[in-house]
């Protein structure tokens, strides 16, 4: 009877650890509403890691705004089987940090760039896309931009713009690895639970 208790107890564990393993996994996406806009000041502000979007006829880019409550290397890749595209990075004061346009031999596009908690916006659309700042200076949003480069107004394409949907996938590393995630911690207590009745079932 005993035996059957514990197997069953065993049961219940590997359930609520293979539960806890998919919602560690899961992502949540932020869905653009209507269109976007290309100004900064107007941008959307996105609440999960993962942003999904849309390059439509005459759409000169999106704008989204993003708060990070912690430092580290921040990640972003564009994907998309339909457009070429070009993204950017932008600070709380508007000013251009980093762009990418073609990530090595591919189309879609990948940046890293350490950065502080605060906000910070994210700019993509098709190729070709340039920042412009308030003096109507343009930079081509591709790699750093140039020295006296002011705050940024709008992201703008100056050619012909293809259509299409894309997705901005957004990940962080933390500045201190030695500091475990939430999900990993609740996955390492049910180990160590299981761990603990297995010795109890083999005395």
Known sequence: MKAENM??????????????TT???AQAAYIESGDASNFLASAQL????????NIGQGDEG????????SA??????????QI???????????????GDDDSGSSVDSLLSYAIGAGTYYIGIGDYMMYAI???????????????????VSR???????????????????????????????GLLGLGLLGMGMLRRKAA
Request: hydrophobic fraction near 45%; avoid cysteine; charge should be negative.
């Open 46 to 53: 996105a609440t999960d890691s993962l942003i999904q979007g």
């Open 23 to 25: 919602m560690a996994s």
């Open 84 to 98: 070429d595209t070009q993204i950017a990075l932008f600070d709380a004061g508007f000013n251009a940090l980093i």
């Open 62 to 69: 999106d704008v989204f705004k993003v708060v990070f409550g």
């Open 7 to 20: 197997q069953s107890r065993l049961k219940k564990m590997s359930a609520a650890l293979l539960l806890a």
């Open 155 to 185: 992201i703008e394409n100056q050619t012909t713009i293809l259509t299409g949907n894309y997705a901005l996938s957004l990940s962080m590393q933390p500045l201190n690895n030695a500091v475990p995630e939430p999900a990993t911690l």
């Open 133 to 151: 700042d308030a003096g109507n200076q343009v930079w081509f949003m591709n790699g750093l931009p140039p020295a006296g480069f002011g705050a």
């Open 72 to 81: 580290g290397t921040l990640t972003i890749e564009a994907t998309s089987g």
